[in-house]
């Protein structure tokens, strides 16, 4: 990647915490590294990206193409106006999901081809992707009984609402492509708690750009 920035993305099947995540290891990014701090996510990181949220998860039935489509022009959008200038200026960049949630809900879970799927989000974004990949990896149905206990949660989503096998190929379609690009994926357990988990995380982001090794502990002082 060419610019000075540092740009993270968080995957994982619904309600395995990415967001908490996200914003803890982006606090500590803040901390260790000085920079500014960009926390993010897909889809709805930008105001025309919070209309297809909108529209993608909440409105009526959308074909499984035109629904790659919306989420590839969130992601197109989000990249060229937020994005792509806050590494221009050195930031560091956290997104809750990224181009590989289209590989894994489109592909795997739409069962559309995974190859086009991610063409259409490179094209998109001009080939930008993230230096590390932070993969919150839990059993869905864990996942599932955690995200009902959290207060406020509303109705599910659609694609939350589709089932069991649906998640259970999301979630193998993660672990593949972890697998298949080990430099760039980290994989945690996400079935500890909140700072467990954390801890973990910023291990793992710390080793993959060389920054020196969290404090034990530190984790515990949450945002
Ligand atoms: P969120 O609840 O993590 O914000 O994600 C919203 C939903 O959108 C979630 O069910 C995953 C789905 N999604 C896709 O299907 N494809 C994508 O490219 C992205 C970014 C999200």
Do not use: C
């Not at 221009?88 to 190859?115: F, H, I, K, M, N």
């Not at 190929?169 to 430099?183: G, I, K, M, Q, T």
């Amino acid at each position: 990647m060419d610019e000075p920035g540092i740009f993270i993305s968080f995957e994982g099947g619904d309600g395995v915490g990415k967001s908490t995540q996200a914003r803890l290891l982006g606090v500590w990014l803040g901390e260790v590294t000085g920079r500014e701090v960009v926390l993010t996510r897909e889809p709805g990181g930008t105001a025309l990206g919070q209309v297809l949220r909108d529209a993608v998860l909440h409105g009526d039935h959308v074909d499984a193409r035109a629904e790659a489509l919306m989420y590839a022009a969130d992601r197109a959008h989000h990249v060229a106006t937020l994005v792509r200038p806050a590494l221009e200026r050195g930031a560091v960049v956290v997104t809750d999901r990224y181009l590989d949630s289209s590989v894994a809900y489109q592909g795997a879970g739409r069962e559309l081809a995974a190859d086009d799927v991610e063409r259409i989000s490179l094209w998109a974004t001009r080939g930008l992707m993230p230096a590390v990949t932070v993969l919150l990896d839990a059993d869905p149905v864990l996942a599932a009984e955690r995200r009902a206990s959290v207060e406020g949660k509303g109705a599910p989503d659609r694609l939350e609402s589709v089932g069991a096998e649906f998640a259970a190929r999301v979630r193998e379609a993660f672990l593949d492509r972890a697998a298949s690009e080990p430099h760039r994926w980290v994989v945690v357990d996400a079935a500890g708690a909140v700072d467990d988990v954390q801890a973990q995380v910023r291990v793992d982001v710390a080793a993959r750009l060389g920054l020196g090794a969290p404090t034990p502990g530190a984790a515990e002082a949450r945002a």
